[in-house]
């Protein structure tokens, strides 16, 4: 197993081209949809990170109380949420079946949850507001050549990240793994 490396950050004129390189998804094929989504996000998750972290410290600075309990809710549900689907058999047909109602029961849980800790704002504002821009980047920026070979590494397993380890977790990459691995398998019975 390759060992976890962080992707280089990704120049902005690459990160944010002209208009030329978005497209609006197609909602008629999902299929085709989430995988651009994947394949961005393990591309620039580096940029996404930092986008992330700036967002993240503007709202930690104004307040760092609803920020520190905002981080503890959401890491603790979803860290429950990964024991849940690995040790709980119902669950984790549902996050193969359903990975993208899986991450939106996971996101409402934390919501939930916050909602009664009363920091709903914080939440919004510091953890919605980045995977909210991260999604719609990663929705609309169409991807390159390098993109792609980039992902076809990270899928064959021959380099891993941060963000292909948090996708694995999620369901996201099973697909593509598994995908893989039936060509490598005729390959080698050829």
Do not use: C
């Amino acid at each position: 197993m390759a060992r976890v490396e962080l992707t280089p950050l990704r120049p902005w004129d690459d990160f944010f081209p002209g208009s030329e390189r978005f497209s609006r998804p197609d909602g008629k094929d999902l299929a085709k949809w989430n995988n651009r989504v994947v394949s961005n996000l393990l591309y620039y998750q580096t940029n996404y990170l930092a986008l992330a972290v700036v967002v993240f410290l503007i709202v930690g600075f104004l307040n760092p109380l609803g920020m520190f309990t905002a981080m503890a809710v959401v890491s603790g549900v979803f860290l429950g949420s990964v024991w849940a689907g690995e040790n709980r058999a119902m669950i984790n047909n549902f996050k193969r079946q359903n990975p993208t109602a899986f991450v939106i029961a996971v996101m409402v849980a934390s919501y939930i949850v916050l909602s009664m800790l009363g920091s709903v704002m914080v939440f919004m504002s510091a953890i919605t507001l980045p995977l909210a821009l991260i999604f719609a980047h990663a929705s609309f920026r169409l991807r390159n050549m390098k993109n792609k070979l980039e992902n076809k590494m990270e899928g064959a397993g021959l380099k891993r990240s941060p963000m292909g380890i948090l996708l694995e977790a999620l369901g996201q990459q099973e697909e593509n793994l598994q995908k893989i691995q039936s060509f490598l398998e005729g390959k080698l019975n050829e």
